[in-house]
C-alpha cells in the first residue's frame, strides 16, 4: 500500500493524526498525487472547521471534483492508527530524500566545473538539512537579511502597502498608534463590562471587511454572539430590540449576517483548552492562512498551573510561540485588576490581573478605560447608552505611547471616536 494513502486513510479513522501530521509540518507538496493533494486540503478544511470527516463530508465539500476511486483507495489502505503514524513518518522522510537528488547533481556540477573549494564545502555542509523536516529549519541570514532589505526599501520608499495590516477601524487613533504589523502579539487589556469582547468583535468585523481573513476564538460567549454583534455594529441596530427596529433596518440587518458569511471569517467557539488552540491555530497556518487571529480572553483558557499566577504567566508565554507558529498579528484580550478602577486613574502595564508575565511578553499593549464620570462630572452608571472611555497604547516596542477617545454606544455595542 502507498504510504501517502494509509495516512490519509487513517486520518479519516482518527482525525487526531491530522493535528499530528501539521505539527511534523506535512505540507500539500508532500503528496505525490493530485488526487491526493485534493483530498488532504478538503481534510483540512473539514478538519479546521470542527466538521466529522467522512465519504459523505468529502464529497458534499470537493463537489464534482471528488475523487471517489482515490478516496476508496485510501480508506482501503488504512488498517490501524499505528499504521497511520508509520506512513506520516514514512511521506515526510520520501519528501525529504527527494530533495537530495537535485542538490547532489548541483554539487556534483559544481566539482566538474572546478568551483572553489568553500563553495563545495559549504553546499555539503547543508545536505544534512535536507533530512530533517522542513518545519523546524531556520531561516537563513541570507534570507533573514533580504527580508529586512525589502522592508526598507518600503518605508524608504514611501509605497507601503497597507492592505495586510491590522488595525482597530478608530481612524486618529489608528494613525497615532500606528497600525499592528503581522509579527505583533498584541494585548488587549480591559475591566470587566467595559466593551472587551465588542472592542475585539468590531476589530474582527472591520479587518475582514477590509479583505484581510480572520479567525476568532471566543471563549467567553457563543459563535452566534460574535456574528450577531458584528451586523448590530454594522447596521447600527439594537440587539435588545432587534423587533422594534424599523423593518428597512430589520432588512438591512439580516442582509448583514448573511454577508458576514460570505467573508474571510472563522470563529470557535469550543477549542478551550491550550493545546486545543495551538493545535487549531497550526491548522489555521497550514490551510486557512490568516492574517489575524484574536482570542476573547486568555484568562479563561485552560492550562494546569498552581495558582492564578502561573497559570496566567504560562498562557502569557504560550501567545509567543502560537503567533510564530501562525505567522501573523495575534490579539489576545485579557482582564486588568481592580486597581485602576478603584482608584478611578487610567490603566498602566502592572495592572493586569494574576500575572507580570504580560508586560515582558506582549509587543504592544492597548488598554480601554471607562471613567466614573463624564466630561461633565455625570457619574456613568448603568443606566446610561452612551458611554465616554478612554483607550490606551501603553507599550509598542518599536513606537510610540498614545492615547484616544472613545464614545461606547452600548445599544449596538460599538466604539466611535470623539
Not at 494509509?6 to 509540518?25: F, K, N, R
Not at 482515490?70 to 490501524?80: F, G, I, Q, R
Given at each position: 500500500?502507498?504510504?501517502?494513502?494509509?495516512?490519509?486513510g487513517?486520518?479519516?479513522?482518527?482525525?487526531?493524526?491530522?493535528?499530528?501530521?501539521?505539527?511534523d509540518?506535512?505540507?500539500?507538496?508532500?503528496?505525490?498525487?493530485?488526487?491526493?493533494?485534493?483530498?488532504?486540503r478538503?481534510?483540512?478544511?473539514?478538519?479546521?472547521?470542527?466538521?466529522?470527516i467522512?465519504?459523505?463530508?468529502?464529497?458534499?465539500?470537493?463537489?464534482?471534483?471528488?475523487?471517489?476511486?482515490?478516496?476508496?483507495?485510501?480508506?482501503?489502505?488504512?488498517?490501524?492508527?499505528?499504521?497511520?503514524?508509520?506512513?506520516?513518518k514514512?511521506?515526510?522522510?520520501?519528501?525529504?530524500?527527494?530533495?537530495l537528488r537535485?542538490?547532489?547533481?548541483?554539487?556534483?556540477?559544481?566539482?566538474?566545473?572546478?568551483?572553489?573549494?568553500?563553495?563545495?564545502?559549504?553546499?555539503?555542509e547543508?545536505v544534512?538539512?535536507?533530512?530533517?523536516?522542513?518545519?523546524?529549519?531556520?531561516?537563513?541570514?541570507?534570507?533573514?537579511?533580504?527580508?529586512?532589505?525589502?522592508?526598507?526599501?518600503?518605508?524608504?520608499?514611501?509605497?507601503?502597502?497597507?492592505?495586510?495590516?491590522?488595525?482597530?477601524?478608530?481612524?486618529?487613533?489608528?494613525?497615532?498608534?500606528?497600525?499592528?504589523?503581522?509579527?505583533?502579539?498584541?494585548?488587549?487589556?480591559?475591566?470587566?463590562?467595559?466593551?472587551?469582547?465588542?472592542?475585539?468583535?468590531?476589530?474582527?468585523?472591520?479587518?475582514?471587511?477590509?479583505?484581510l481573513?480572520?479567525?476568532?476564538?471566543?471563549?467567553?460567549?457563543?459563535a452566534?454572539?460574535?456574528?450577531?454583534?458584528?451586523?448590530?455594529?454594522?447596521?447600527?441596530?439594537?440587539l435588545?430590540?432587534?423587533?422594534?427596529?424599523?423593518?428597512?433596518?430589520?432588512?438591512?440587518?439580516?442582509?448583514?449576517?448573511?454577508?458576514i458569511?460570505?467573508?474571510?471569517?472563522?470563529?470557535?467557539?469550543?477549542?478551550?483548552?491550550?493545546?486545543?488552540?495551538?493545535?487549531?491555530?497550526?491548522?489555521?497556518?497550514?490551510?486557512?492562512?490568516?492574517?489575524?487571529?484574536?482570542?476573547?480572553?486568555m484568562g479563561?483558557?485552560?492550562?494546569?498551573?498552581?495558582?492564578?499566577?502561573?497559570?496566567?504567566?504560562?498562557?502569557?508565554k504560550?501567545?509567543?510561540p502560537?503567533?510564530k507558529?501562525?505567522?501573523?498579528?495575534?490579539?489576545?484580550?485579557?482582564?486588568?485588576?481592580?486597581?485602576?478602577?478603584?482608584?478611578?486613574?487610567p490603566?498602566?502595564?502592572?495592572?493586569?490581573?494574576?500575572?507580570?508575565?504580560?508586560?515582558?511578553?506582549?509587543?504592544?499593549?492597548?488598554?480601554?478605560?471607562?471613567?466614573?464620570?463624564d466630561?461633565?462630572?455625570?457619574?456613568?452608571?448603568?443606566?446610561k447608552?452612551?458611554?465616554?472611555?478612554?483607550?490606551?497604547?501603553?507599550?509598542?516596542?518599536?513606537?510610540?505611547?498614545?492615547?484616544?477617545?472613545?464614545?461606547?454606544?452600548?445599544?449596538?455595542?460599538?466604539?466611535?471616536?470623539?
Amino acid at each position: 500500500m502507498h504510504a501517502e494513502q494509509i495516512y490519509l486513510g487513517s486520518c479519516i479513522l482518527e482525525p487526531t493524526l491530522i493535528d499530528e501530521g501539521v505539527q511534523d509540518g506535512i505540507k500539500t507538496d508532500h503528496f505525490t498525487n493530485p488526487d491526493r493533494v485534493v483530498i488532504w486540503r478538503s481534510i483540512l478544511s473539514l478538519h479546521m472547521a470542527g466538521k466529522a470527516i467522512d465519504a459523505n463530508a468529502l464529497y458534499l465539500d470537493l463537489g464534482k471534483s471528488f475523487p471517489i476511486e482515490e478516496l476508496s483507495a485510501c480508506e482501503k489502505a488504512a488498517p490501524t492508527q499505528a499504521n497511520g503514524k508509520k506512513a506520516l513518518k514514512r511521506i515526510i522522510e520520501q519528501h525529504n530524500i527527494s530533495q537530495l537528488r537535485p542538490a547532489l547533481n548541483h554539487i556534483l556540477s559544481q566539482i566538474d566545473d572546478a568551483a572553489p573549494y568553500k563553495d563545495i564545502e559549504a553546499l555539503l555542509e547543508a545536505v544534512p538539512a535536507l533530512l530533517r523536516d522542513n518545519a523546524t529549519l531556520e531561516h537563513t541570514l541570507t534570507e533573514i537579511v533580504q527580508d529586512a532589505t525589502n522592508w526598507a526599501l518600503e518605508q524608504l520608499s514611501g509605497k507601503i502597502d497597507l492592505s495586510k495590516l491590522v488595525i482597530t477601524g478608530l481612524p486618529h487613533f489608528d494613525n497615532a498608534i500606528t497600525p499592528i504589523q503581522s509579527h505583533e502579539y498584541v494585548v488587549l487589556g480591559a475591566r470587566t463590562s467595559t466593551g472587551k469582547t465588542s472592542f475585539m468583535t468590531q476589530v474582527a468585523g472591520v479587518n475582514v471587511e477590509r479583505g484581510l481573513k480572520v479567525a476568532y476564538f471566543t471563549i467567553e460567549t457563543s459563535a452566534r454572539s460574535i456574528v450577531l454583534q458584528m451586523a448590530a455594529q454594522r447596521t447600527g441596530v439594537n440587539l435588545r430590540q432587534v423587533g422594534q427596529e424599523m423593518p428597512n433596518k430589520q432588512k438591512k440587518f439580516t442582509d448583514e449576517i448573511a454577508r458576514i458569511g460570505k467573508q474571510s471569517l472563522v470563529i470557535f467557539e469550543r477549542d478551550l483548552s491550550l493545546d486545543a488552540i495551538e493545535s487549531r491555530c497550526r491548522l489555521l497556518a497550514a490551510s486557512f492562512k490568516p492574517d489575524l487571529v484574536l482570542i476573547d480572553y486568555m484568562g479563561l483558557i485552560t492550562i494546569k498551573g498552581d495558582g492564578s499566577y502561573e497559570r496566567m504567566s504560562k498562557l502569557s508565554k504560550a501567545m509567543i510561540p502560537i503567533r510564530k507558529s501562525l505567522g501573523c498579528a495575534l490579539i489576545v484580550a485579557a482582564q486588568l485588576n481592580r486597581g485602576n478602577e478603584k482608584d478611578d486613574r487610567p490603566p498602566t502595564r502592572t495592572d493586569f490581573r494574576d500575572t507580570g508575565s504580560i508586560e515582558e511578553d506582549a509587543h504592544r499593549i492597548l488598554c480601554l478605560h471607562r471613567p466614573s464620570k463624564d466630561d461633565n462630572g455625570m457619574e456613568q452608571g448603568f443606566d446610561k447608552s452612551i458611554y465616554q472611555q478612554e483607550i490606551y497604547q501603553l507599550k509598542l516596542r518599536d513606537g510610540p505611547l498614545c492615547q484616544g477617545r472613545v464614545n461606547f454606544i452600548a445599544t449596538h455595542t460599538k466604539f466611535e471616536e470623539r
